[in-house]
């Protein structure tokens, strides 16, 4: 699913729609000791990295400078975030007419 073909929301929408089934279709094991929750969070935070990572590599290059922005944020936002920002940056082009 490429940007190309959909605005912003439209495509964020539909990413946010397929990873929510993802999230249901999976099972988040319990917690046995503080190990394995640290391993769990350690899973969680790294599902939600690619979640980001692929949000951003499939914007189309008008987004490719607000897309550099947000991976050199540290910490990175989480995709909601990402997206509150890309959003603001495909209002400017809408009314400017400028990428």
């Known amino acids: 699913m490429y ?5 912003i929301t439209v495509y964020y929408n539909k990413m946010k729609r ?6 249901d279709l999976s099972e988040v094991p319990v ?5 394995s929750c640290k391993a769990i969070k350690k ?3 790294l599902a939600k990295r ?3 990572v692929h949000f951003l590599m499939n914007l189309n290059e008008n987004y490719e400078g607000i897309r550099g922005e947000i991976l050199l944020l540290d ?17 400017q082009i809408n009314v400017t007419g400028i990428s």
Not at 31 to 35: L, P, Y
Not at 77 to 89: E, F, G, L, T
Request: hydrophobic share 35%; aromatic share 6%.
């Open 3 to 7: 940007l190309e073909n959909y605005s």
């Open 18 to 23: 397929l990873c929510d089934e993802l999230d």
């Open 31 to 35: 917690c046995a000791c503080a190990t």
């Open 43 to 45: 899973s969680m935070a």
């Open 50 to 52: 690619q979640s980001l």
């Open 75 to 91: 910490p990175l936002p989480n995709v909601n975030k990402a997206y509150s920002m890309i959003q603001r940056v495909e209002t």
